[in-house]
Nanobody, 123 residues
Framework: QVQLVESGGGLVQAGGSLRLSCAAS????????MGWYRQYPGKQRELVAI???????NYADSVKGRFTISRDNAKNTVYLQMNSLKPEDTAVYYC?????????????????WGQGTQVTVSS
């Protein structure tokens, strides 16, 4: 019923910048919190940043001051601006959204994930 599509990953040199985008589409009634997670090979996904529907944000300590999360509620899109990238930021990045959606005549809620986008930072 709802899809999250990410874009913006790629290869960048250390110190460079990338901007990730994640657009939600489908039978959406409301999107609550949206976030970005990353996953290293063989590790569990970890929170990078999260933003509420009201715009409050929270960041992992490792990215504070370098990454900025934002959202455009009219476009159902969340962004992650990543500056001063480091090789240790290399990972697959996933967006995440807590969505209330239409299911027939009812409203239901669940968490959706994007397909993931690779970010590679070379030293």
């Amino acid at each position: 019923q709802v899809q999250l599509v990410e874009s913006g990953g790629g290869l960048v040199q250390a110190g460079g910048s990338l901007r990730l985008s994640c657009a939600a589409s489908g039978s959406i009634f409301r999107i609550n919190a949206m976030g970005w997670y990353r996953q290293y090979p063989g590790k569990q996904r970890e929170l990078v940043a999260i933003i509420t529907s009201g715009g409050s944000t929270n960041y992992a300590d490792s990215v504070k001051g370098r990454f900025t999360i934002s959202r455009d509620n009219a476009k159902n899109t969340v962004y992650l601006q990543m500056n001063s990238l480091k090789p240790e930021d290399t990972a697959v990045y996933y967006c995440n959204a807590d969505v209330t959606y239409y299911s027939g005549s009812a409203l239901r809620a669940r968490t959706y994930w994007g397909q993931g986008t690779q970010v590679t930072v070379s030293s």
